[in-house]
């Protein structure tokens, strides 16, 4: 009747080293261990010499007893008394051999199953740990059975047991089983040993027994098979739809451990599960994870997502979309894991397609709420590009990925973003120094039109943080543009302007006046008449370098209103509306007059272009005079009002209002209304004339201007 109890008394001695702790001599002990080991084998064996298979059932049901309270508490203490009853519970297997097999395999299922504190995620996690230290000790046949019966554990209805069946299904994927086979636990001296005494006493009842009983012939220890593998890794997929959100959030990360595993069952198990098909299983149900209600369960699969394309041979625009969406997830976790998955993608697979994914979404959170998600693109920004770039070397090797990233932010119009990410890294701990100013001046003018243009970009992003370069390089290259200027990248002309500009006290006098008289001859050229794009910005430069001496810019403004006035083109009346933001004295009425004619009723013959340009003119002189937008607010407002007006002009008066809104508010508060009421029909508009993306032009370093010509008279 007390059969269990004594074996449960008998186990308190030889299956734990917590008896070390309470001073007992240690000849003692071990005198009192072989004992107790005898004494067990003695009620384990029949009178005829034969193990008893239900002796050691009840022996194993003691021992789950002992598992199940050191797992529930996880005091350090109980993580020695862990290892020793495994110890312990491995050497009577390997005694008793086919008689314990069954009797260990029921006390796999019951730790598995038995639901003692297992809503407590440590211990799940001891109770794991446990069951993975035993069950590496069974034969093939047994390990396979067992993993069957998880498998079924998995689905049933209780939480916990999908908890439990889930990380062990994980654990035995990502092999983490072999790190916690028992032989590799240290015994406790011979405390542990149930055989330690045999070698000692020649005339215990041990010596006339076999002391081991073998496994089954032709079984090894256990491993996980190719067809174990993939209905394994269907089991953890089928949890990714569970009603847990815990559950899903392990599942998604599972998966992601298997697609970047080098095993190669593992491999194809995920290879037959995506299917052959141009969606992959996986990738769709990542897509449909990152709608989630959870955070938890949208960032496991914006992590998947990311090994998921970093694994793939190709990268498709539409995938990259998932984490570009993630990007601007409200949870701080979900965007952080979404930036740092597209950042690693673009540098393991630089192409256009991963450039522009990583401008579309991280690039946009510099303007993030959160400091830490702009800390984190600002780093992310440095590694793309200011760390790898060097100076210019004829046929050398060179990283592509700076340029390529430049060439996306020309080509989305995102130098904003890019002065921004430059004035964050300058003011980090990462600081950017002006060595990266002389690297990039080394590509200037060596390869094609279009490095040169990607050097500029970066160059007008840095500028302002180093007031003090050197601009030599620049003027010679500029100079040396000079007599090809009609085949020049106009956005280039541009940028050397806005350069030169945030550069010119470092300039000598010499230089400076002779690059005045340059810009000067320039503007009052025949041709200064057909705008170019840079004109305005050309105008300010000149100004810049002598802001004393402006009588040119009076000059050059009489002389292009008495043009205007006399029947000149529209360039003339654009020609002089850009002069008369840098010329001190006002420009007259009847300039004002001329370009405000054609937006109310555009003469036969104008083109919607030229209209287009009359708005913009209109809006030069509302910044150039407070008494002018005033004048203009309400032709412009009737303009942008008109749905029949053409689409450019009612863009520009759009802008103009703008303009005016920021120089002169108290004009604009006047013309609200005409605005508000059709932004959303000037979106749409614009939308269907399909004019964005915008093209690319430098913005005018004017304060007294916010945009160059070219944003605004185009059509």
Known sequence: MNFEDILGNLLEVVGSTVVCKLNIDSLLLTNITDC?????????????????????????????????????????????????????????????????????????????????????????????????????????????????WVLKLSTTSKISHRQVALEILGKLLTNDAEELRPNEIPFQNSTSDPSSSDSQNDGNVENNRQTSQDLPEGEEVGSVSRTAHADIIRAVYERVHDVSSSLRMRALTILTECVSSTDPPTREAIKELNGCGDAPRLLAVAARCACDERAVVRRAAAALVQRLLAAADRVVPNDLAILISLCRDASILVRTSAITGLSEILMQKPCDATVDAFLTGPMNQLSDPEAKVQELVMNQIHQILFERLHNYTVGGQEDTLPWLF?????????????????????????????????????????????????????????????????????????????????????????????????WSKALTAPDRDTLKAHLVRRLAAPTSAVDDGCRTACATLAAHLDPDNLQWATELLQDAENRAVNGGSVGEWLLAADLSLVAPSPPSEALLQLLLGPLADPPPGMSAAEVGACAAGAGRLCVRSREAAAVAAPALAALLRRQGAPLPARLNALLALTDVCVRWVTVFIARLKAGAGCGRMCHSSVMQSKLFPVPFSPVCASTRCSRSPTSVSGG
């Open 36 to 148: 107790v080991n005898n004494i067990i084998s003695i009620l384990i064996y029949n009178s005829d010499e034969v193990p008893n298979a239900e002796v050691i059932k009840i022996l194993f049901k003691c021992l789950l007893n002992k598992f199940i309270a050191a797992s529930v508490d996880n005091r350090n203490a109980n993580n020695l008394v862990r290892a020793s009853y495994v110890s312990y519970t491995a050497i009577l297997l390997n005694k008793y051999g086919k008689a314990a097999l069954s009797s260990y395999n029921i006390l796999l299922q019951h730790l598995c199953y038995t639901l003692d504190g297992l809503e407590r995620a440590e211990v799940r996690t001891a109770r794991i740990s446990l069951v993975l230290g035993l069950l590496i000790l069974l034969p093939t046949k047994l390990y396979e059975d067992l993993i069957k």
């Open 406 to 502: 430049l060439a996306g932010v020309i080509r989305h119009n995102m130098r904003r973003h890019l002065q921004k990410a430059c004035a964050l890294l300058h003011n980090s701990p990462r600081s950017i120094g002006p060595r990266v100013v002389d690297i990039v001046g080394t590509h200037l003018g060596e390869a094609d039109g279009a490095r040169d243009l990607q050097s500029l970009v970066l160059l007008t992003g840095l500028a302002r943080h180093f007031p003090n370069s050197d601009p030599r390089f620049l003027l010679r290259y500029y100079y040396r543009l000079d007599d090809d200027i009609q085949v020049c990248d106009v956005r280039i002309l541009g940028l050397i302007y806005e350069l030169l500009t945030a």
